[in-house]
């Protein structure tokens, strides 16, 4: 009869262990299939890098990076003189069933000449959308246009428009892979 004893409390001390095994796995992230974290479809966690720029709200868009800031790194960005004094964020003309894209613009002058860049935004899942460094940068120039204007594809930059399609004037696309907006100033 003393080994029913020592059995049983063996058995409670093995299953009180157990149970705490099991408290202390459930408080590591749950995985998927594919080894990463369950997240909201489209939810992106953004690389520690990235620069928190907007959310939004049911009513609001608040700029969690005050727009003359942008407007200092855009012209940093630009580095030839350009004078941004239109920083925005717009959502890309697309496809409804398709997911949203958005931009971050700065739009200036030069000697004159109109000058704008977008840097494509990626969302964190809970309308909010960060600028990484490694976002393709559209920069538009132009010649003899009062003002230039993106041209979308699904959601994506692919062209521009001049606003008065007068003869020799036109809107120069660059496309670049990465920006610096918020690299250590120059």
Same mark, same amino acid.
């Given at each position: 009869m003393k080994i029913l004893p020592r059995l049983l409390g063996l058995g409670l001390l093995g299953l009180l262990v157990m149970l705490l095994a099991m408290a202390c796995e459930t408080s590591k992230p749950t995985t998927n299939e594919f080894g990463s974290p369950n997240r909201i479809k489209g939810e992106? $966690?953004? @690389?520690?890098?990235? &620069?928190? $720029? /907007?959310?939004?709200? +049911?009513?609001?868009?608040? !700029?969690?990076?005050?727009?003359?800031?942008?407007?200092?790194?855009?012209? &940093?960005?630009?580095? +030839?003189?350009?004078? $941004?004094?239109?920083?925005?964020?717009?959502? #890309?003309?697309g =496809?409804?069933?398709?997911?949203?894209? !958005? !931009?971050? $613009?700065?739009?200036? *002058?030069?000697?004159?000449?109109?000058? #704008?860049? @977008?840097?494509? *935004?990626?969302?964190?899942?809970?309308?909010?959308? !960060?600028?990484?460094? =490694?976002?393709?940068?559209?920069? *538009?120039?132009? /010649?003899? %246009? @009062?003002? %230039?204007?993106?041209?979308?594809?699904n959601g994506r930059i692919v062209g521009t428009t001049c606003d008065a399609n007068a003869g020799g004037s036109s809107c120069d696309l660059k496309v670049d892979a990465n920006n610096t907006l918020f690299s250590v100033a120059r």
């Open positions: 992106v $966690i953004p @690389a520690p890098e990235s &620069r928190k $720029i /907007v959310h939004f709200t +049911d009513t609001t868009t608040e !700029y969690t990076t005050p727009r003359n800031e942008l407007a200092r790194a855009f012209i &940093r960005q630009f580095n +030839d003189g350009t004078v $941004i004094d239109k920083v925005q964020v717009r959502k #890309a003309p =496809n409804p069933n398709e997911p949203v894209n !958005y !931009y971050l $613009i700065g739009m200036g *002058l030069r000697s004159g000449s109109f000058r #704008a860049m @977008a840097l494509p *935004l990626t969302g964190g899942g809970d309308n909010t959308f !960060y600028l990484r460094p =490694n976002a393709t940068r559209y920069t *538009l120039t132009s /010649v003899g %246009c @009062a003002m %230039c204007f993106f041209n979308f594809e």
